[in-house]
């Protein structure tokens, strides 16, 4: 049975997430991101202050942002036992492809940020804009967990009796619901104040909360599901009748 | 007589499977799919109970927009004033009609594809509201297009920023709209569809009312309120 080893990658999952969100806040002071209105000095000043957590923030980032990859694995499976035989398991594939894709947003702005606290003497304009880079690839780049989550609505929605799976139909329109809550975050690109800024209520905050939110319902339901699988004995049980 | 009201009334679900069981798809045992089953008398909730999250979710981050954008213009009346003048009244309010009618026929194709006898009329009014939706979208982009040639941009004045953002939103869910009425489409040409689909089709519809909802808020507070 592949249940534990789902449920390995899963809580492998979780517990780097924790870290890569508490350095984010607490190393890296990104989450929130400081005020889009800083002048090229103050930015510098700011990458001056808090060079050697930036530095090690960056550091432990490196090492934890990979954990959609493990994710978009198990949530590829479980969505596989609501493909099985239906020809190419499509959705199933799309979500890994999320899972793998979207982390690439997730360690590049890390490692932006570090580069900016790399050489805390040189040109404030020059730590301007790979700081202002790093903010951006993190808050604009929201779009890419589509690829996760479309994946999951379909699955949800798609009339099935697959039994002990964590896609009941009304986590599709949650699903749903939060896909549409993550497009704000491009909108940063155009305005420095006010909720579309990207430090602001609906380009960040909204996203970054829903994700949160929705990680937790998502984990929660497949670890119970997982559970349930594991007590059925015969792996035919779980086919569509 | 009694069964044909509860049909028209309420209950699509028992009145297909008590009058017409050969045109229904069976339920399968333990299926997921959560569509309510009233019985007679009982209030029916279009749709399934998971589009509320979705509609009142969406409702509530629009109506938080809706808050900011009136704050912000209470603390800058001229400028949102003058700027307001620029924007082109006849389309918006044209394209008011063309999404109440929208809907209007969406509600209809709704009632139709609940009835048996006039479940053919669903696809066509269906591909109408498709229609009146891409009609939306082309005058949409005649307005954007006047006023981007007039040289207003998002990065004009705060009330240019709140103008292309929240319509600019609004035209997103439009689009995603579309792509819920094409899956209404299909739904719309099965013969039989099961109790499910025709959930489906209502909380689809749900979605698009609430799309037309939004520009009878937006239409007022961006074009008409001085």
Known sequence: MSESKQRILIWWAIITLIIYGLSLIFLLHMLPPPSATWSAARIAAFYTEHNASIKLGAAICSWTAGFL????????????RHEKGKGMPVWSILTVCGGALSSIFLVFPPIFFGAAAFTPGRAPEITAAVHEIGVLSLVTTDEWFIFLWIPVVVICLTPNAVVHSPFPRWFGYFSAWATLMFEAGAIA???RTGPFAWNG????????????LWMIVMSTMILKALRLQSEVADDTLTLVA | MREWRRRTARSPVSSFQTRTPRSVVPEHEGDNSHSTRPQDGQPHVPGEPGIWILLFGDLAVFATLFS????????????????????????????????LTSSLMLAFAAR???????????????????????CFV????????????????????????????????HLGHVLIGLGVLLALL???KKPAPSATHIAFFEGGACFWHMVDLLWLVIFPLLFLVR
């Open chain 1, 69 to 80: 990859v493990p994710y978009g694995v198990v949530l590829g499976i479980q969505m596989y």
């Open chain 1, 201 to 212: 209520l609906l380009a960040m905050w909204l996203p970054f909360a829903v994700f949160g």
């Open chain 2, 68 to 99: 900011i954008y009136s704050f912000h213009r209470a603390g800058e009346k001229e400028i949102f004033a003058q700027s307001q003048q620029h924007l082109n009244r006849a389309l918006g309010g044209t394209n008011t009609i063309v999404l």
């Open chain 2, 138 to 169: 082309g005058l949409k982009f005649v307005e954007y297009h006047s006023l981007l040639s007039k040289g207003f941009t998002p990065a004009t004045n705060q009330f240019f920023m709140y103008y292309f953002v929240l319509t600019g939103l």
């Open chain 2, 112 to 134: 139709a594809i609940r009835r048996n006898e006039l479940r053919k009329l669903a696809a066509p009014l269906v591909i109408g509201t498709i229609g009146l939706a891409l």
């Open chain 1, 189 to 191: 690109f155009m305005t």
């Open chain 2, 186 to 188: 299909r739904l719309a």
